[in-house]
């Protein structure tokens, strides 16, 4: 169900906030199920452009993602046999792993709103989890060339978006208290030789309950967005 949130001060220009449903599901989600809701909603800002926008907040049940043009040989296992479901789709990026633990954001927004540039709004999204890194007291890292954060060298946080005429999918993948084994059977990200990691590493006991507070009030601060009360 989404909730209500009051308004927040924005990180952007805008001098008018923008309304969003938030949707924070109470249990892990298929991601065939999330991506098709995001779809239905960038198809009706598509088919209405003053129509309110929609975030999700959310865990998946195991499985990978595998993004356009994405490389199997980054993937550990035959892809006909995978031990989770696998899944290409239409972002940009290479092999993710999703999985209870983990929070899942994806923002169904209208960079026309805001800025209509992919470089801004994925430097946008990396913001936003070193704005939730900065309340837990941890300074998050980003690397030359390469999109996502780490702490001390290690992958917390993978990026990686769809995008038609300018209205989002997809988002953002914070390791949180996850497992990590099911990282083993993949080159995340397309990266070799450098490791995963998992905000708990760093703070142990931490949960993906007290996280997704703070990751909901940084995608509201810095996408200028006011949470509405209920659905349609």
């Known amino acids: 169900m989404p909730v209500v ?9 805008s001098a008018h906030p923008q309304r969003a449903f938030l949707f924070e599901p109470g249990h892990p989600v298929r991601f065939d199920a999330a991506w098709s809701a995001q779809q239905r909603w960038q198809s009706s800002l598509l088919a209405d452009p003053s129509a309110p926008e929609a975030v999700w907040i ?43 633990g983990q929070l899942v954001a994806y923002p169904v927004l209208d960079l026309r709103r805001r800025n209509p540039d992919l470089h801004w709004y994925l430097r946008q999204l990396e913001q936003v989890v070193l704005d939730v890194m900065a309340e837990l007291g941890l300074e998050g890292q980003r690397l030359p060339g390469l999109t996502g954060l780490w702490l001390d060298n290690r992958k917390v946080a993978a990026i990686g978006v769809g995008c038609r005429r300018w209205i989002t999918q997809h988002g953002l993948a914070l390791n949180v208290d996850c497992s990590m084994q099911g990282f083993e059977q993949v080159t995340p990200c397309g990266l070799s030789g450098r490791a995963v990691g998992r905000l708990a590493d760093w703070l142990p006991g931490l949960t993906s309950a007290e996280v997704q507070p703070l990751l909901r009030q940084a995608l509201a601060h810095r996408f200028g967005l006011v949470w509405e009360e209920e659905a349609r």
């Open 58 to 100: 959310l865990q998946h049940k195991p499985c990978y993602t595998l993004g356009r043009g994405a490389s199997e040989e980054h993937l550990h296992f035959d892809p006909l046999d995978p031990p989770a479901p696998l899944y290409r789709i239409d972002r940009g990026g290479e092999v993710t792993h999703h999985l209870p």
């Open 5 to 13: 949130i009051g308004k927040l001060d924005t990180a952007h220009d």
